[in-house]
């Protein structure tokens, strides 16, 4: 089987969907011709600016709080990823441009498949972690988690990446329980003009975007991209082919109103179709999502915000199963403040789920399931004493079809003795809800879903300091203590007994650790970011579970991971970046993995301000190296080498 949870197809052939991309490309050269001579088009690359440290602490996130605040002085293990640095590393996915981020764990699996968490319990089928882009929820009810290989976006119209460790149940819901990540993409307004890109290079075929911004009224403006990638499979520890090459194809539009600073209106939209090999045919995986979102101000310290989504994806892997999806979500929320001491934020929303399982060896029953949910936050932030310390309360009720009400409370205290420093502690409540392969699944000769599979549940400890002790210098250290009650297991029918199985909430858990993050602006053209986390994850059953696994089958981790990166700028023209990670070996009795150090870097030339070449190399240490699966089986990640070239007007 080429993946535990297999890739899912649609019966469309790819070529229709290459097609769509091809009219978008054209598209986009044809409103260069007919409207580009209005417009005053910007360079995207001579309007990348370098930002100072002062400027990185102040960058606005929304994750903490739900409303803009500095990253500096946010009371939360939260790193934001600029698009500075998302450029300058050469990433080519959405899951690479993810290794920016230190305080998350990613391991690339094969040439499409990644396992990304937070705070532990990685796996392929990791489902503790929360990931929304635009504030669309990508999520699968599947199994809880996140078809990683159909996630992409088009890297250079992101604004930042916020990844939070911890949980934010007590705002976000059910699922984020060890972190949650969300990727914003830029207005259309900061995206005006043409841009192509083109690549290729070892294990990279090819690579390649164009997309194309105009006004359409001064107070409105578009964008519209296609995108495709390819790339070649990677070996097998065995030295044999992977057979895990994969072709994908995306296309998308945004468009933005601002109506005098006081309303805003966005309207976004994808498409996206993925082409691999499995046995004697393709997998697919196929969808698209159509997204929009009002905001009023009411005035500088309140303002109202309703938000609605459609998402379809289809995924169908020969003989395993095909499954289709359409997710239907709308949140509202409303800030204000009361008094002088009081800045409050809450909402509700609701999302209904329409899942058709067509299943082959994979078993689920029923085929169709509509699962719905329903919520309301709030959350007070109130100021004890003025500048200094702030104690924030609040918490989320949530309704779903498979454990009725769950709640999800949250207190967190902020002492800011000075512009520089802030320190925090917290505790949390946090659930991962039943996926439909915990409840659903049936399959009595191996293992089956149960339907008395319960909420796993996570009460977590933290504190954590931000400090600035210089101009040039900024250090975050966050510990951390996670208890968990219900965890995942596999129960045994009796005593002796090997068959039938049936899923259970018999494991417990601790977890603990602690992120360290430092930023060193050597000066205006060098800088050094550092990462290091320490984990321990210890899993056991309870005592009247028949479980002996010991979490191996929940949580595929290195204790320890590292990062050192730099960005140098060498001249007007030239710019140079690296990584250095490293992570140790993970010692999972069914998925042991070497430990392994690696290095990626890039250089990047700008002959002129439309223009821009560079070079990227990743996995430079080692000619292959593993990082995840059963050592019989598992692939090895390759070094590859790759140029870009991009043009914008």
Known sequence: ?????????????????????????????????????????????????????????????????????????SASAIQAIPAEVIRRSGSTRLPEAL?????????????????????????????????MIDGRTVYSPLFAG?????????????????????????????????????????????????????????????????RYGGALSPNA???????????????RASGTEGDDDWRQSQAGFRVDWDFAGLNQLTLSGDLYEMDLPYGAGDATSRGGNLNGRWSRSLSPSSGVQLEFYYDRAQRNQPGEYNDRLDTYD????????????????????????????????????PQRQTLETLNAFVQDSIILVPDRLQLTVGGKAER????????????????????????????????RTPSRLDRDRFFPRQIAGSPNFDSEVLVAWEMGARLQPHDRISLTLAPFFHDY?????????????????????????????????????????????????????????????????????????????????????ISADWDAWANLRYASAITNRFAGVPAYLELDARIGWSPSPRWEISVTGQNLLNAHHAEYGDPTMRHQVERRIFGMLQWSF
């Open 1 to 73: 089987m080429y993946a535990p949870i297999p890739y899912l197809a649609a019966p469309a052939s790819l070529r229709r969907f290459r097609l769509c991309t091809g009219i978008a490309a054209v598209v986009s050269l044809l409103l260069v011709s007919s409207a580009g001579q209005g417009l005053a088009a910007t360079s995207s690359i001579a309007a990348l600016k370098r930002m100072s440290l002062e400027e990185l602490m102040q960058q606005q996130v929304l994750l903490v709080s739900r409303t803009a605040e500095p990253v500096g002085q």
């Open 99 to 131: 290794r920016l981020a230190t305080n998350l764990a990613v391991s690339q699996v094969d040439s499409s498949r990644w396992a990304v968490s937070a705070r532990g319990f990685n796996s392929i089928l990791a489902n503790k972690l929360l990931v």
């Open 146 to 210: 996140v078809f990683w290989d159909s996630q992409d976006v088009m890297l250079e119209d992101v604004d930042r990446i916020e990844v939070v460790s911890g949980p934010g149940g007590a705002l976000w819901g059910a699922n984020a329980v060890n972190g949650v990540i969300d990727v914003r993409t830029k207005s259309a307004r900061d995206t005006q003009g043409l841009l192509v890109t083109a690549g290729g290079g070892s294990g990279l075929e090819r690579l390649g975007s164009v």
């Open 221 to 235: 403006h578009y964008r519209v991209y296609g995108k495709f990638a390819g790339r070649e499979g990677n070996l």
């Open 330 to 365: 709308l949140d509202f929320q409303h800030r204000f403040t009361l008094g002088r001491r009081h800045a409050i934020v809450w909402g509700a929303g609701y999302r209904r789920m329409e899942d058709d399982f067509q299943s082959g060896r994979i078993i689920i029953l």
């Open 400 to 431: 779903n079809r498979y454990t009725g009400s769950e709640a999800q409370p949250s207190v967190r205290l902020a002492w800011r003795p000075s512009g520089r420093q802030t320190y925090w502690a917290a505790v949390s409540r946090a659930v």
């Open 485 to 569: 009650e219900g965890i995942r297991s596999v129960e045994f029918a009796g005593p002796g007994a090997t068959l039938p199985l049936e899923l259970g909430n018999g494991q417990m858990a601790e977890s603990y650790g602690v992120e360290l993050t430092a930023h060193y602006e050597v000066n205006e053209s060098w800088r050094l970011h550092a990462g290091l986390t320490e984990l321990r994850v210890n899993i056991e059953p309870e005592p009247e579970s028949r479980d002996r696994s010991f979490g191996a089958l929940e949580s595929v981790d290195s204790e320890r991971y590292a990062s050192l990166r730099t960005s140098w700028q």
